[in-house]
């Protein structure tokens, strides 16, 4: 009984954890498995909930075999990520908080998560997306990193 509580309370916080949803682009195969998927690079793309026009696309190694097809594979850090001005940003960015999660997915089973946040830079007038991968425990320092300098728009 325990345990089904447990699972339901996951299941409802991941489901009302904070940031954009992705939109899968693409999977590339990059190593062959004779049994189970292969293992592939996959690009998703996300809208800053908080900032209309800006767009980040974020690869993400996944890990193929018997593991990776049922689920349970343990996917690795690494990661890029690009950010791009894709229509009029007419936020205040003096209003956005000066560091804030904009994307979130699960990278395992248990508890590994590759997150966006998204800083400010006032003195340029820049957004800054940072993406790193955490675990309960401990995270990994790879990260990559795409900035979005404020332009003006010409809507065409």
């Not at 904070?18 to 998927?37: E, K, Y």
């Not at 006032?122 to 332009?151: C, E, F, Q, W």
Request: glycine share 8%; with cysteine.
């Amino acid at each position: 009984m325990r345990y089904t509580w447990l699972v339901a309370a996951l299941g409802l916080w991941m489901a009302n954890a904070p940031g954009a949803r992705a939109d899968d682009i693409a999977c590339i195969s990059t190593t062959f498995r004779l049994i189970g998927a292969n293992d592939k690079v996959c690009i998703s793309a996300f809208d800053d909930p908080k900032v209309p026009g800006v767009a980040c696309h974020i690869s993400q190694a996944r890990t193929g075999g018997l593991k990776g097809t049922f689920g349970i594979a343990e996917d690795p850090s690494r990661f890029s990520i690009a950010c791009r001005q894709v229509g009029p940003i007419t936020v205040d960015i003096a209003k956005l908080a000066d560091e804030e999660k904009v994307y979130s997915e699960s990278t395992s089973l248990f508890f590994k998560h590759t997150h966006v946040y998204r800083a400010i830079d006032k003195k340029r007038n820049t957004l800054v997306y940072v993406a790193i991968s955490d675990r309960l425990v401990d995270g990994s320092p790879y990260n990559a990193i795409s900035t979005v300098p404020i332009m003006p728009w010409s809507g065409h």
